[in-house]
């Protein structure tokens, strides 16, 4: 058995992994994708004494890094179900079962979804969710952007430079995003932001996204808007329904932690995106990684 187990390889279950990995005991870590949502991001200039790198650069180095030390990593499995027997037991998608003394869970988050008509049957065929990964194949054409917070305007601004128009369709009568990025989108002639917008349909032709239909929420009015590609920025949602009925979550799915990165469930840790934690960022994954590593470190030397 391990004497840590870090369920996840993204930038939280990395840090986890060389934290516990330092102080010599015995550690694997299990991923369906090392590197996590950061493989999908393209430029990063908010990782500190890093001006700037891209996503699958730092992957890169994260790698390199747990690599310096004596870490199994087991990737392209996925985790069904954690358990306390007298060790805790992992099981995963192909019928196997780890078994260690404590468990780092790091499983990060993915994009939600509108759950309109349409959406999952154009999934691919114009409605996106990685503007980095996808922008460039509406190159010329019109898109529209769902969602006015951070992810939203920052996709918005993106594709504006590859794309000929993007309309920007915010639920709320506010952006969220920061005044910096909605004055950059603001300022740029092909984008145009719509607030008050319910998206409430995914319109398709011959296997191919054409447009969108939505509510104007004051007027009451529904509207149609031309586009090849709707691009969804609408928040994440935690990978954590595997967890369901084994320890407490929040009402949006989020992991319990406390200052220890402790779970409701003792020898489990968790940390990153997956958790309670506010702001979901890379810097701040990782330093809950380390939170994680060293809690499950001291739950181990005591137990
Ligand atoms: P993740 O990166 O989501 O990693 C989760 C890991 O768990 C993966 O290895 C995944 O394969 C694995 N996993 C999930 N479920 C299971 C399962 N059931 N079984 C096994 N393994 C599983 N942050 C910044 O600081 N700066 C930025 O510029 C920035 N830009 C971003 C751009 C995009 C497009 C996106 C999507 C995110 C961006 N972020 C940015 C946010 C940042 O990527 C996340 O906060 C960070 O990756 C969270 O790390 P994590 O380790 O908690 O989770």
């Known amino acids: 058995p391990y004497e840590v187990l870090v369920i996840g390889g993204g930038p939280a279950g990395a840090s986890a992994a060389i934290y516990t990995a330092r102080k010599g005991i015995r550690t694997g870590v299990v991923a369906e994708r090392f590197g996590g949502q950061v493989m999908d991001t393209v430029g990063i200039e908010n990782f500190i004494s890093v001006p700037y790198t891209e996503g699958p650069k730092l992957v890169a180095h994260l790698e390199q890094h747990v690599k310096e030390y004596d870490v199994d990593v087991i990737t392209e499995q996925q985790v069904t179900g954690v358990k306390k027997a007298e060790l805790i037991e992992v099981t995963l998608a192909s019928g196997a079962t780890l078994k260690s003394r404590s468990v780092i869970l790091a499983t990060g988050a993915r994009w939600r979804e509108m759950n309109v008509p349409g959406e999952q049957e154009y999934r691919g065929k114009g409605v996106a969710y990685c503007p980095h990964c996808d922008g460039p194949l509406f190159k010329g054409k019109k898109v529209a952007v769902i969602g006015g917070g951070n992810s939203g305007i920052e996709a918005a601004i993106d594709l504006a430079g590859i794309v000929q128009q993007v309309t920007v369709l915010e639920f709320s009568d506010t952006l969220r995003a920061d005044a910096v990025l909605v004055r950059k989108a603001e300022s740029m002639p092909n984008i145009t932001i719509i607030k008050q917008a319910m998206t409430t349909e ?9 447009g ?39 009402e949006r799915g989020e992991i319990v932690i406390d200052s220890h990165g402790s779970t409701s469930m003792p020898g489990v840790f968790a940390a990153g995106d997956v958790t309670n934690t506010p702001y979901k960022q890379i810097i701040i994954a990782m330093g809950s990684g380390a939170t994680a590593g060293l809690g499950a470190f001291d739950y181990l030397i005591r137990n």
Do not use: C, M, W
């Open 212 to 250: 969108l239909k939505y509510k104007d929420r004051q007027k009451d009015e529904t509207h149609v808007v031309d586009v090849a590609g709707i691009f969804v920025q609408i928040g994440l949602v935690p990978n954590s329904e595997f967890l369901r009925d084994t320890l407490e979550l929040t």
């Open 202 to 210: 995914v319109l398709g032709e011959d296997g191919k996204v054409v």
